[in-house]
């Protein structure tokens, strides 16, 4: 059983930078996906970045510009750079993993939520203003 564990959370003011790190404890076999999602308190979990195993990239409207998701397979971890970084980004972050493609929808869908088989525990990520 994949786990991953996440880290790199923390409070930084509104217009900082924050990586995210995702460690897994094994290597997942091409194809796969590997994405993050965040859940802010009362809202659902939404999906804000994935890459798959063939180096292609997607990302949710509200980061793009300012956020990039990128892996390191040597290394089994996954990242997430976030700049630019805004009060309502403020969330738990989660990685999460599967040993399919991608789905070819966009990254806030159910559809991706849904097509995740492994999940962290979740990093907390607060912005103030």
């Known amino acids: 059983q994949v786990q991953l564990v996440e880290s790199g959370g923390g409070s930084v003011q509104s217009g900082g930078s924050l990586r995210l790190s995702c460690a897994s404890s094994?290597?997942?076999?091409?194809?796969?996906?590997m994405a993050w999602f965040r859940q802010a308190p009362g809202l659902e979990r939404e999906g804000v970045a994935g890459?798959?195993?063939?180096?292609?990239?997607s990302y949710a409207d509200s980061v793009k510009g300012r956020f990039t998701i990128s892996q390191d397979n040597a290394k089994n971890t996954l990242y997430l750079q976030m700049n630019s970084l805004k009060p309502e980004d403020t969330a738990m972050y989660y990685c999460?993993?599967?040993?399919?493609?991608?789905?070819?929808?966009?990254?806030?869908?159910?559809?991706?939520?849904?097509?995740?088989?492994?999940w962290g525990k979740g990093t907390l990520v607060t912005i103030s203003s």
């Open positions: 094994e290597y997942i076999y091409s194809p796969n996906c």
């Open positions: 999460a993993a599967t040993s399919r493609r991608c789905p070819n929808v966009r990254v806030e869908s159910l559809t991706y939520y849904y097509a995740m088989d492994y």
């Open positions: 890459i798959d195993s063939d180096g292609s990239t």
